[in-house]
């Protein structure tokens, strides 16, 4: 077989040897803005021969990459970084006492800030059907619009009754405006919901406006205890794990697919289409907007946190307590 093959090379050669020996006739090449070349035409058209064949084995590449199991990928978001070593432990520690707490019957709670959006004819992420040929026109630039502002969804999510509670704000994203979401889901649907339960548990992120080490974040949940009597749980999520708090995943992800490609012109529409999202599996949402004002920086004072009826758990006090109500002044 190795005879043929070179055989067959031998005479190509040949071949081309005795085509370029009958063309050394000069030719001139003329190119744009009166540019010209005079080379031998066999030099021509080798050259013109080479271009050819480069072009056509580039054109190839995506053929052979994909023959060799190639294929085009996105990044994958698979590192961590750093972990915290207890990480799994605390894990661990919130799921125990979320399965007492709920086979208790007692409400339990996840939440969070869902991703605030821009309000007005900007491109929302995701496809929908329309005539063909026809995608909604939206602005090209993603800039606030100052008369509309951004839309501050916090979310609360029921874990024993697969339901949600999404309270749209209106200005800063604070501890006030996460407990004024939490209070207000208490009032519409918690205490009707679980009578007479002496006790909420939440679990939040360690960050954020419901952040382990936000001043304001507690004082208002000893307010939320005063007023209601509860005894308030909370367990944070050890640091860089938030996406797999609950609300994430159960509740966040199915609001997103619902208004894929819609863009949210207005309060109205982002509260309607928040409340009517569903799922296969029972998920109901109610939504309300939240027009109060949460200024940022306000200043929590130490005679105010030692004033907070406040008990840590022995593992990781920081992530695990528990704040309770105050005795009334006689």
């Not at 190839?60 to 961590?80: I, M, P, W």
């Not at 819609?262 to 289409?273: A, E, K, N």
């Amino acid at each position: 077989m190795r005879i043929v093959t070179w055989t067959i090379r031998v005479l190509v050669f040949l071949l081309l040897v005795a085509f370029a020996a009958k063309n050394v006739e000069p030719v001139t090449l003329r190119f744009f803005f009166d540019l010209a070349l005079q080379t031998p035409l066999v030099l021509a058209l080798f050259a013109f021969f080479a271009l050819g064949a480069l072009f056509g084995v580039l054109s190839l590449v995506g053929t052979l990459l994909h023959d060799l199991g190639f294929s085009l990928q996105a990044n994958a978001k698979t590192r961590e970084g750093g972990r915290h070593p207890d990480r799994d432990a605390q894990f661990a520690f919130i799921n125990a006492h979320l399965t007492r707490a709920l086979a208790a019957g007692e409400p339990v709670i996840s939440v969070d800030t869902k991703k605030k959006e821009l309000v007005g004819d900007f491109k929302n992420a995701g496809r929908a059907w329309r005539p063909k040929g026809s995608p909604e026109a939206v602005r090209v630039h993603d800039f606030l619009i100052r008369e509309l502002g951004r839309a501050v969804p916090y979310g609360v999510y029921d874990l024993a009754t697969n339901a949600g509670w999404v309270g749209v704000g209106q200005d800063h994203d604070t501890a006030a405006f996460a407990v004024q979401t939490i209070r207000r889901w208490w009032q519409e649907i918690g205490q009707s919901r679980y009578r007479a339960t002496p006790r909420l548990t939440i679990t939040a992120d360690g960050g954020g406006s419901n952040g382990v080490r936000v001043r304001l974040w507690k004082r208002e949940l000893q307010k939320l205890c005063d007023e209601t009597g509860l005894a308030i749980t909370v367990h944070h999520l050890p640091p860089g794990t938030s996406k797999w708090n609950a609300i994430e995943h159960r509740l966040f992800s199915f609001i997103s697919q619902n208004w894929r490609a819609t863009p949210l012109v207005s309060y109205r529409v982002i509260v309607d289409l928040i409340g009517a999202t569903t799922t296969k599996t029972g998920l109901s949402v109610r939504c309300e907007l939240d027009p109060h004002r949460y200024p940022k920086g306000v200043v929590v004072s130490d005679a105010e946190i030692a004033a907070l009826n406040i008990e840590r758990d022995e593992f990781h006090g920081e992530w695990n307590y528990t704040i309770s109500p105050r005795q009334a002044s006689p």
